[in-house]
């Protein structure tokens, strides 16, 4: 097969992943001209273009090598690596992404009194995910019967297939709603970035790893804020030592005012109000938080 020297990314057709992989996409520079059969999007900016797929193919086009990234949840891809079998090419979470965040979970009907995993043995356990379940009953030498449907897990109990269900749980809602209760969490899940372990040696890799490298940029700053404000110099330390995680941060002179400096810092995580007071309070004047729109170290 001759090499291409385009990327393909395959991701969630329609679904809880589309909106937020899209708009990732396009905030590392990547745009797509929607083709009329919306299975697969050129890509105008940059050499890459979508596949639009069910969430659950996507594995399995990366793994064929039909296409060399997605974007799917950890979930998912943990149970294809847990089932693909020995000969399949393996894969690997590049990125975590943070969004489309979940748990896989043990749920069970009010009435059990769930302690410990032991109590699952010899019941059955409904799920769309044997190979997580099967893989944590076996870490915990649980003998369990593991019953594979493909979806509506959530009623097996009161049919009375199965006596506990293992599923992805968000708020919880559709587990209450179901007379369930979360008992256990097998995997703590969120959309990821997956691709071969091993990376094409051709152009393709070098792509990835601009990729990637834009991607680290957009991840970091979507959670980072700038912090201005100006302080006296003998109130610097105070201020400093304040100041919400990050690298140092940079001082300049105040035109006019040299007892002032004027303090720039990137911030990890949220500034809070009572963050800010405590800041004031040390004696810096003059704040302000700001969004950061792009970052490249
Ligand atoms: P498809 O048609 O692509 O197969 P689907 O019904 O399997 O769609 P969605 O319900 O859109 O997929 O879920 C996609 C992914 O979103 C899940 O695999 C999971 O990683 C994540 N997710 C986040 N919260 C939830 C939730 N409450 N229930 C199910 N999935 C969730
Ligand atoms: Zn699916």
Not at 194 to 213: F, Q, Y
């Given at each position: 097969?001759?090499?291409?020297?385009?990327?393909?990314?395959?991701?969630?057709?329609?679904?809880?992943?589309t909106?937020?992989?899209?708009?990732?996409?396009?905030?590392?520079?990547?745009?797509?001209?929607?083709?009329r059969?919306?299975?697969?999007?050129?890509?105008?900016?940059?050499?890459?273009?979508?596949?639009?797929?069910?969430?659950?193919?996507?594995?399995?086009?990366i793994?064929?090598?039909?296409?060399e990234?997605?974007?799917?949840?950890?979930?998912?891809?943990?149970?294809f690596?847990?089932?693909?079998?020995?000969?399949?090419?393996?894969?690997?979470?590049?990125?975590?992404l943070?969004?489309?965040?979940?748990?896989?979970?043990?749920?069970?009907?009010?009435?059990?009194d769930?302690?410990?995993?032991?109590?699952?043995?010899?019941?059955?356990?409904?799920?769309?995910?044997?190979?997580?379940?099967?893989?944590?009953?076996?870490?915990?030498?649980v003998?369990?019967?593991?019953v594979?449907?493909?979806?509506?897990?959530?009623?097996?109990?009161?049919?009375?297939?199965?006596?506990?269900?293992?599923?992805?749980?968000?708020?919880?809602?559709?587990?209450?709603?179901n007379?369930?209760?979360?008992?256990?969490?097998?995997?703590?899940s969120?959309?990821?970035?997956?691709?071969?372990?091993?990376?094409?040696?051709?152009?393709?890799?070098?792509?990835?790893?601009?990729?990637?490298?834009?991607?680290?940029?957009?991840?970091q700053?979507?959670?980072?804020?700038?912090?201005l404000?100006?302080?006296?110099?003998?109130?610097l330390?105070?201020?400093?030592?304040?100041?919400?995680?990050?690298?140092?941060?940079?001082?300049?002179?105040?035109?006019?005012?040299?007892?002032?400096?004027?303090?720039?810092?990137?911030?990890?995580?949220?500034?809070?109000?009572?963050?800010?007071?405590?800041?004031?309070?040390?004696?810096?004047?003059?704040?302000?938080?700001?969004?950061?729109?792009?970052?490249?170290?």
């Amino acid at each position: 097969m001759k090499p291409r020297d385009r990327l393909r990314i395959a991701m969630q057709k329609s679904g809880r992943l589309t909106e937020p992989a899209l708009e990732l996409l396009k905030r590392c520079g990547l745009t797509f001209r929607q083709s009329r059969d919306k299975l697969f999007c050129f890509g105008e900016g940059e050499p890459v273009d979508l596949l639009l797929v069910r969430d659950d193919d996507i594995p399995g086009l990366i793994a064929q090598g039909v296409c060399e990234l997605g974007i799917v949840g950890r979930n998912v891809l943990n149970e294809f690596s847990l089932t693909a079998g020995p000969e399949s090419e393996p894969l690997a979470e590049l990125r975590p992404l943070g969004f489309g965040r979940c748990r896989l979970s043990i749920a069970v009907p009010q009435e059990f009194d769930y302690r410990e995993p032991a109590q699952l043995a010899g019941r059955r356990i409904a799920t769309s995910y044997p190979g997580l379940l099967g893989a944590w009953l076996r870490e915990r030498g649980v003998d369990a019967g593991v019953v594979t449907l493909a979806g509506s897990v959530e009623i097996a109990p009161k049919l009375g297939t199965a006596d506990a269900i293992c599923d992805l749980v968000q708020s919880g809602g559709t587990l209450v709603a179901n007379q369930l209760r979360e008992a256990d969490v097998l995997l703590e899940s969120e959309a990821v970035l997956a691709g071969p372990r091993n990376l094409p040696a051709d152009e393709r890799g070098d792509l990835i790893e601009l990729l990637l490298k834009r991607l680290d940029g957009v991840i970091q700053v979507r959670e980072s804020r700038l912090l201005l404000l100006q302080t006296p110099r003998h109130a610097l330390d105070a201020v400093t030592r304040l100041l919400p995680g990050g690298p140092q941060p940079t001082l300049l002179p105040v035109a006019g005012q040299p007892d002032q400096l004027m303090l720039q810092a990137l911030c990890a995580g949220e500034v809070s109000w009572r963050q800010l007071e405590e800041i004031k309070k040390a004696g810096a004047r003059e704040m302000f938080v700001l969004p950061v729109e792009k970052m490249l170290a």
